[in-house]
């Protein structure tokens, strides 16, 4: 992959729940909508189809302003059970979450994107930052 085309982000377990400090995950979520507008969406169970409550998922999380901004930025997804079910798999894609099913491994493989996805570890605290690197590695 040598660029991106779309973000997916699942929320709990990788932008809540985690043990990387807010500001590092404020700062990975400035840096994509600063820089992938219209090209952010959610792969979060809070946000199928027509019913997104990502405002409700993290506004005990993250200030009023962002979780408006993201509400309002973000694109939804629609899935049933498998989440690749809602990814774009013939883009340059990277997904963030913090749990990959075999089933959607294999999805992945089979279409040559494994790359694609990025564990987000929730136990370490240098999550966030890691996966701004990563981003900022393709450099527009």
Request: aromatic share 14%.
């Amino acid at each position: 992959m040598e660029k991106i085309d779309k973000i997916y982000f699942d929320i709990d377990g990788v932008l809540k729940g985690t043990a990387s400090p807010q500001e590092d995950i404020i700062s990975l979520l400035r840096y994509c909508l600063d820089n992938y507008t219209g090209s952010l969406y959610w792969l979060t169970t809070h946000c199928k189809g027509n019913e997104n409550h990502t405002n409700f998922a993290l506004s005990d999380t993250f200030p009023k302003e962002l979780v408006d901004e993201l509400y309002q930025s973000f694109l939804p997804t629609n899935w049933e059970v498998l989440k690749t079910d809602g990814i774009d798999l013939d883009s340059d894609f990277v997904w963030f979450d913090d749990n990959l099913f075999e089933s959607e491994k294999m999805v992945l493989e089979s279409h040559y994107v494994l790359d694609g996805f990025f564990r987000m570890n929730p136990k370490d605290p240098e999550m966030a930052k890691k996966a701004l690197l990563f981003l900022k590695s393709f450099d527009k």
